[in-house]
């Protein structure tokens, strides 16, 4: 095998393994508790990030509180093939063509989604650039510093896209050879990094070794050369936990590893990108043994089961997803998740469950009523578990009507846009870690989503309304649900007024814990924990998307009052941290503002919310293991009392699909109550004014108890004016809420 004089050396750290599949990522603190729990609801949320991947690809992220974290994915163009790797906590996002080059020529740091977070901003992705010979010319980078065998600078989207695309053209050139990162764009012994990846220090084995060769035959029966391999210990990862070591290409038929002792499973990754027949084959050996010097062999025809959809409407396969995850003896969990677009994806089955450790597979699809995905007008997210042990041979599955539930979206937007839709979902061996694709589509508009429904399967849609990377997010996400087999709903997106709104816990059991809702208002001790996503919309479980963009400012501030004197304040948009009260009741008010601007958003441009209530120590309070209100050292902290906050909910009757109504008679019925687990009191009253000029001047409107905490608002608006609303409510426990939506939404001209 080839091996490039100058490549980087990965980190062992990368696969160090956490012992738990969903165990928390290692932050602690005021700042990490608000970061991860206000924003854990949906994916794109307020708190998830947009970073950029060398190729070109764009993700949203968004870290789970469990410690896992959620992708959504716009690919570069043309046919992708995209790996996910998770082990304990660490996640990497790799598309294929930068695969085979990662310590050769590109650093593991460039698809570390964790670096990612912290390294990129303001839309640009900052790197180092070495080399032994002259400065090279890369497509796509902007070089801002030049020294002596270095270099840093960054890529732009649009410059991450020129790169990925000469990175593709000398994927094809160099698979033929296994000559990655020698020449072309690499010549010179040219690495490429993240700026600021740290230096890596290399620790000697104590242990004796031994040489595994891995040999490979193609599809056509002769020696392979070009593919990738990757091995793994399947006793405890630690002991063979260096990437540079774990994987490797084939050529000429071998690949060579240097191996302690023990068990071992290994991934044969054989892809090819041809025009007429674009596909990857993935043969697993889930389990061999080293004792000493052997040859293992693998072929890529043992690939032979297709992955593959039956629907009842015509409809065409976007995506096709395989995730296999295998527990290590030690407790160590791996997971491999190949999502490829615009290729047929294949797989090895097997028939003997290992001895050693667990294996799941699970296989989904995405298929849609366009060809290219563009503007569907129905979709299917499809998903299935294989039996525990092994892969089954079976990977076509019959998607009957029976055995879906129907959704009708009905998305509103004030202003046309081109947007994007994109679906997480898997059961709860898949819950530490999620990836979507984003497919683009015209809004405002109407469309059918069919889901695979079983009580072990949980989903969670999401769409932003701006889909440009100038210009990207807004939205909304859903929680987390369940469907059953011929459930037929209908959800109404971005139904104004937007405002803020708490998180949501739709999932029981099993899966409730592996996808845990913060607790919106709770208390710890003497500590107030307080959490609510702004411009959500009124469907329970779905809250606001962030937006990724200069050019449409969100701004926004908070203050907390006992007893009448402030005692915090600050911006929401980088968390409220959690407040320390007195140990005595008292009475507590919580004013939330948050204001968005630029033509994207005409309406619900900003709202101001005001709670009250009275606080309390409740040293046993808990929460169910499908919430939680914070951190610990170890894990989630559920030792908390839920605080009696008030929740709004609007149903603006008539609202057309632009977010406006008809002038003359208005009705908005109101749902007044408070978050979950709360214990409340019953609500007492609502009253309401409106105004026409921003806020400016009010007049009341008539407000009709209807029982239960259900009013109805009635009031006459003019044509062509934007309704702004205030209203207030009241418990019998002395809890209240206040809360004006300026342009709450339009009346038609």
Known sequence: ?????????????????????????????????????????APGAPGGQHVLLLDGSQLSIRQLPSGGQAVALRPAAGPSSVMTLRIGNRVQEIPATVLPYLGRGLDPSLVDLAALKRTESGGRLPVQITF???????????????????????????????FGAALAGQFRSDHARASYGQDGMFAGGVTIALAGAPAVHVVKPRFKLHTLTMAATAQNGKADTGDAIFLLNEDNPNRFSDPEESFSVFDHGTAKFSVPAGHYWAIGDFISFSANNASERLVVLPQFTVRRNRTVHLSERAATSKIGFTTARPATLQQTGFTLIRGAGNGTKFTFGFFDSGLSLWVSPTTHKPSVGTLQSFTSGQLTSSPHGTNADYAYNLNYAGPHGIIPAKQHFDATPASLATVTENYVQDVPSRSGWGVFGGFKPELGFLFANVYPFKLPRTQTQYFSANPSLAWSAFY????????????????????????????????????PQPDVQLLTGGLGSAVPSFVSASRTGDK?????????????????????????????????????????????????????????????????????????????????????????????????????????????????AVQPMMTLNYNVQGLTSDGRTSAGQQQVDLDVGHIQLATPGPITKATAQVSYNDGQSFKPATVTSLGGGRFRIAFSAPAGVDVTLQVSAADSAGGSITETIVRAYGVAS
């Open 1 to 41: 095998m080839r091996r490039h004089p100058h490549r980087t050396r990965w980190p062992a750290a990368i696969l160090a393994a956490a012992g738990a599949s969903l165990a928390l990522l290692p932050t602690s603190g005021a700042q990490a508790t608000q970061n991860a729990a206000t924003r854990a609801a």
């Open 132 to 162: 032994t010979g002259r400065a090279p010319k890369l497509p796509g980078v902007t070089v801002t510093r030049h020294g002596p065998g270095s270099e840093r600078g960054y890529l732009t989207a649009s410059g991450a896209a020129a």
């Open 464 to 499: 932003f309304e701006f889909n440009g990377f100038a210009n990207f997010g807004g939205g909304q996400s859903d929680a987390f649900r369940v469907f059953t087999s011929g459930q037929q709903l209908t959800e109404q997106w971005n139904g104004y007024p937007l405002h």
């Open 528 to 640: 107030l924990s307080l959490a609510t996503t702004s411009f959500s919309d009124n469907y329970p479980g779905h809250l606001g998307n962030a937006v990724f963009s200069n050019k449409s400012p969100q701004s926004g501030s908070y203050a907390v009052y006992q007893n009448g004197v402030r005692i915090a304040r600050g911006n929401p948009l980088f968390g409220i941290k959690p407040v320390q009260l007195s140990a005595k009741p008292s009475a507590i008010k919580f004013v939330l503002s948050d204001s968005r601007s630029g033509p994207a958003f005409p309406l619900s441009t900003s709202a101001t919310t005001t709670w009250t209530w009275r606080s309390a120590r409740h040293p046993g309070a808990t929460v169910p293991k499908s919430w939680f209100c914070g951190f610990t050292r170890r894990s989630l902290q559920r030792h908390c």
